[in-house]
């Protein structure tokens, strides 16, 4: 009896267990159909446009299909199509819309959010939302990752040509959204200097340090200021709040910006004038004030002529036409207020006694009274300097490293103290260190009219270094060596001055901007042009003539400059001797080279030695499933040499690429220069077309030349080279300019058969 008592009192509390999950399911049953009645709250932000999407869907070459209608309208009541037709009418995208997309790429299989629970097919989807997703299908469908997001600051907009002007770039815009973003500073969507999108706009300040402030108009009920920065110009319209800040116009500011408006303006007026000693990077040095520190957002604004934003690099050291900004003790902006003559050049000279620009002592000389400098005695930061009382008499300089056979120097002579030892620089005008530049670059017996081209050319060269100093952290413009041009090697010459005087002041020009003017001695008949650099572009120098150097009636006949770069064409023309060639005579038109026995590890050096110099040209050959492809390493052993091989020429036949085969290495060598110091052993001269022997020293006359190997058992043993001309082969031939001086070309032609579509003028 128990027992059936205790049986039917379990089977009554699964019945009442039974009641009570009915009841529960009936509830939740009612829950559901009023939540589906009444809908999901479209969730609250801003929301993305068609426009954008399209926009988006564009960049990543994307179609989607949305059927004939722009949203879902399946499952909706009157109130939800209502409301549905309200968002197309603002052309809002939706969330349906979105599902179309996710479906047709597979955007489960892609790792893409659904969003399931948060919308309504029919709600407006929001940005973040859709940004998120958004990224995920950049990593599918923007394989060259030419799509990135980066912040940027409108400071301009115009609507007419839809460019948004930032302060670092000018960009086309797509989304009109960018209409009305000025003085905002958003994260948004790049591709090919294109603004897509913007993805949101950041709420924080933003500070535009030393802005030019050009113009101000204070009226009752704005402050207006008519702007410049980094090569935009603005305007800016401030409030009461900001009328009382500290600006004035032609000054330089910073301007703080949030949410759009202008918040705070910061004056900054005080200023000094001298002139300028040299620019390292972080430094400034003025006459009269000593060493500035630079503020790391210094800017640089040309004031005179056209007004532009400058480089640190572009500052005219010898000169005093900037005014520099001081802001808290450090230079904030650099104002170049006028132009004038910049006929001052100074120059660094080199110590050939230790190869660096360092001297322990000098003596010298001036009007009779000789001084004693001493690097030791010295300050960091001292200059001390000598200049005769009249202008024609020279100062007399006495140091190891110093050409004691030609020391005296015309200007003034500066020994200055930097952090590594004591340099000396020489100051004089322009027109004077040409005289004792010409006659070290060309012999003073050329032609008159080679030696005026010859000015031109080195006076170009120089004032190039004027405007943008090479040395600017010491405060010279360039050296007295060949890595610039060579000055007060030779004495100065009669013939060689009056080059210079009937030239004063004319340079050669492209385009009404200085050339870049390359000379070099002697061609083998052909030309080429500034690709054997590799740094430089050849399409750059449009003007930098690179064909045959012959008289033009019989250089017609001659194979063109590209049609040299085939081997083939280049060999046959390097082994003969063309007579219509201006430097036919020379005698470094044609040399040999013959190397009979190779010093491996002579050769191994080299290469090592080119290598660290300059990774990127010195490169081993790899393999890879049958695949080979070249890898910058370092290079340990050649093993025993198998072949040499010539196997890329530039125009007019240089030799630009050559691979070198050993049994443990096989290595790329890439430019002329590095081709030309390998292949030179430092041992075997070079013998001229006209029988004499000359040392090569350690870099071959020019790479014009064709290889020939001898072997002994399989391996390379020596080699020989057929070759021609003196030098890298760009730009004018003084030796060819020289022969065109003596058939009567005047300087004029000279130059314009060296540098096409180029004009001499002052």
Not at 379 to 397: H, M, P, W, Y
Request: glycine letters at 8%; hydrophobic letters at 35%; a negative charge.
């Amino acid at each position: 009896m128990r027992r059936r008592a205790e049986r039917n009192d379990f089977e009554n509390f699964l019945k009442l267990l039974a009641i009570i999950a009915g009841m529960v399911l009936l509830f939740w049953l009612w829950l559901h159909r009023l939540g589906l009645e009444k809908g999901l709250e479209a969730p609250e932000g801003e929301p993305i446009s068609i426009e954008d999407i399209g926009i988006l869907l564009q960049a990543i070459e994307l179609k989607v299909d949305f059927g004939e209608n722009t949203v879902p309208e399946t499952g909706q009541n009157d109130r939800e199509q209502e409301e549905t037709e309200d968002i197309a009418q603002t052309e809002f995208f939706t969330y349906g819309q979105y599902m179309e997309i996710y479906e047709q790429i597979g955007g489960a299989e892609k790792g893409m959010p659904d969003y399931a629970g948060k919308y309504e097919l029919y709600h407006a989807m929001l940005k973040e939302d859709w940004y998120q997703a958004y990224q995920i299908m950049l990593a599918y469908f923007d394989t060259q990752s030419s799509i990135w997001k980066t912040t940027v600051f409108i400071l301009k907009v115009d609507e007419q040509e839809k460019k948004a002007y930032t302060q670092n770039n000018e960009y086309i815009y797509c989304s009109s959204s960018f209409s009305g973003s000025v003085f905002s500073k958003e994260e948004v969507y790049v591709k090919n200097g294109e603004l897509l999108t913007s993805i949101r706009v950041l709420d924080e300040k933003t500070i535009l340090e030393n802005v030019w402030v050009m113009e101000l108009s204070d009226d009752e009920d704005a402050y207006k200021m008519e702007c410049f920065y980094h090569q935009v110009d603005f305007t800016v319209t401030g409030t009461e709040q900001v009328k009382h800040m500290q600006a004035e116009r032609e000054q330089v500011a910073d301007l703080t910006f949030k949410d759009g408006a202008l918040i705070e303006v910061q004056g900054k007026q005080d200023k000094i004038h001298g002139k300028l000693l040299s620019v390292s990077d972080d430094t400034i040095e003025i006459e009269g004030y000593g060493v500035y520190e630079t503020q790391e957002a210094m800017e640089v604004y040309k004031l005179c002529g056209t007004l532009e934003a400058q480089k640190k690099s572009d500052l005219m050291i010898g000169y005093d036409y900037t005014d520099f900004v001081i802001w808290k003790d450090k230079i904030c902006a650099c104002l170049v207020s006028r132009e004038g003559e910049m006929d001052q050049i100074r120059v660094l000279l080199k110590n050939t006694t230790n190869g660096s620009y360092y001297y322990e002592e000098a003596r010298v000389s001036v009007d009779g009274e000789e001084t004693v400098i001493d690097a030791d005695k010295m300050q960091d930061g001292e200059r001390i300097s000598f200049q005769c009382n009249a202008l024609t008499d020279k100062v007399v300089l006495e140091a190891d490293g110093v050409n004691q056979d030609n020391n005296e120097y015309r200007g003034m002579l500066e020994f200055y103290k930097s952090a590594k030892g004591m340099v000396i620089i020489n100051e004089l005008p322009l027109e004077e260190y040409l005289y004792a530049v010409v006659p070290s670059e060309m012999p003073a017996s050329y032609p008159k009219e080679a030696l005026k081209a010859q000015a031109v050319c080195a006076r170009t060269y120089a004032f190039r270094y004027i405007l943008h100093a090479g040395f600017a952290d010491m405060g010279a413009h360039l050296d007295n060596t060949t890595s610039y041009q060579v000055y007060h090697n030779i004495s100065e010459n009669a013939a060689t001055t009056t080059a210079v005087k009937e030239t004063a002041g004319m340079m050669l020009y492209y385009e009404g901007e200085l050339a870049d003017n390359y000379y070099y001695s002697t061609s083998c008949g052909y030309g080429t042009d500034t690709g054997i650099w590799k740094s430089d572009s050849k399409e750059e120098f449009p003007y930098i003539h690179a064909g045959k150097l012959a008289p033009e009636e019989e250089a017609k006949e001659a194979r063109s400059a590209q049609d040299m770069a085939e081997e083939e064409n280049f060999a046959a023309f390097i082994r003969s001797v063309d007579e219509a060639d201006f430097e036919r005579n020379e005698a470094w038109y044609r040399w040999r080279y013959e190397v009979t026995e190779i010093d491996m590890d002579s050769m191994l050096k080299r290469l090592q030695e080119r290598y660290q110099a300059n990774a990127a040209y010195i490169l081993t050959e790899k393999e890879n499933d049958g695949e080979c492809y070249y890898v910058s390493e370092e290079i340990n052993d050649l093993g025993t040499l198998q072949d040499i091989v010539i196997n890329k020429r530039g125009t007019g036949g240089i030799a630009d690429e050559m691979t070198i085969i050993g049994s443990k290495a096989v290595i790329k060598v890439i430019s002329e220069y590095n081709i030309r110091r390998i292949l030179c052993d430092g041992q075997t001269k070079v013998i001229r077309q006209d029988g004499s022997s000359v040392s090569a020293g350690t870099l071959l006359p020019s790479a014009f030349f064709i290889i020939e190997t001898g072997k002994s058992q399989g391996d390379v043993v020596g080699y020989t080279l057929t070759g021609g001309g003196y030098g890298h082969g760009v730009g004018m031939s003084q030796n060819g300019a020289k022969e065109m001086g003596s058939r009567g070309y005047s300087y004029q032609d000279i130059l314009g058969s060296f540098f096409a579509d180029c004009e001499v003028r002052e």
